[in-house]
């Protein structure tokens, strides 16, 4: 199963977005208060509302990126933070972006991916980013759902 725009879209429109903290994933705030490269070049995949974007936005890092399927998600963030580059929230699939990075952060979109597609991810991953580039983020290790997100890990 692979999940389509239109549903991603929907969650946002209905509001049915359970994953959705209100506000920046404290351990990656710990992590991004502890950087001090402002040109950094993040990618925050599937980022959704994106406070972690408008959080470092708002810390000053130039280099900031969200790519999402959802067309309502990227609108929010940009009503919310209008000083946020639009041309930095990108509305498209992430298996396709052709850009690089020195950073991918992950909170709740690797587990919203069927895990068949987890090799692409893999792959993709290593293709966005430059050389000594990171993943950094939350991963959860434990079973959750098989037929539905969220997906679990180990
Ligand atoms: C569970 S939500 C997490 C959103 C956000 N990271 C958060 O924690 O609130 C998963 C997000 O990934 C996006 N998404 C799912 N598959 C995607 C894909 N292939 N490319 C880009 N975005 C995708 C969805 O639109 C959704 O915003």
Redesign the pocket.
Known sequence: MN?S?DF??D??KNKD?G???GEI?APLKAYFDQLTNKDLKIL?????????AEYLHHQGFKNIYV????KT?LNNIKRRVPSFPSAHLIQ????DLEMSFDFLIE???F???NPALRPAYSSKASELLNKNGLIVGLLFDIPLNSDK??FGGE
């Open positions: 999940l725009e991603w879209d969650r946002y977005i994953w959705d903290l994933s925050i995949p599937g980022g959704g509302n994106s406070y972690e790519v999402d399927l959802s998600a498209q699939n992430f298996f909170q709740t979109f587990c919203a991916l997100p969220p």
